[in-house]
């Protein structure tokens, strides 16, 4: 079983900048497609980022594109999300997840692994 936390959420001003953390423990997670999702009240949890298991490909939803990076760290079975130049639209609760295969997509149903979700909060 692979269980997934995240950290670092919080709340942040405008323009500003937060880095997310998501630790795997159970099983060696250095092999899997992760990626992060996030989920506004009211609405559906949507695509956010995603990174092939071995770091070489990202793909990033439009409208984080050129504000957020993700990467890998697979020695310590994690994956990370710099978050910059912030906008209050960026509210939401952001979660970790990952399959066990090299498909990267960014279609959440095919992501069997989860996160609890770390909250983020940008002030205007």
């Known amino acids: 079983q692979l269980e997934l936390v995240e950290s670092g959420g919080g709340l942040v001003q405008a323009g500003g900048s937060l880095m997310l953390s998501c630790a795997a423990s159970?099983?060696?997670?250095?092999?899997?497609?992760k990626a992060w999702f996030r989920q506004a009240p009211g609405q559906e949890r949507e695509f956010v980022a995603a990174?092939?298991?071995?770091?070489?490909?990202?793909y990033y939803a439009d409208s984080v594109k050129g504000r957020f990076t993700i990467s890998r760290n697979n020695s310590k079975n994690s994956v990370s999300l710099q978050m910059n130049s912030l906008k209050p639209e960026d509210t939401a609760v952001y979660y970790c997840?990952?399959?066990?295969?090299?498909?990267?997509?960014?279609?959440?149903?095919?992501?069997?692994?989860w996160g609890q979700g770390t909250q983020v909060t940008v002030s205007s």
């Open positions: 997840a990952a399959k066990p295969d090299s498909l990267v997509t960014m279609d959440r149903s095919r992501y069997g692994y």
């Open positions: 159970g099983r060696t997670f250095s092999t899997y497609t």
């Open positions: 990174i092939s298991w071995s770091g070489a490909r990202t």
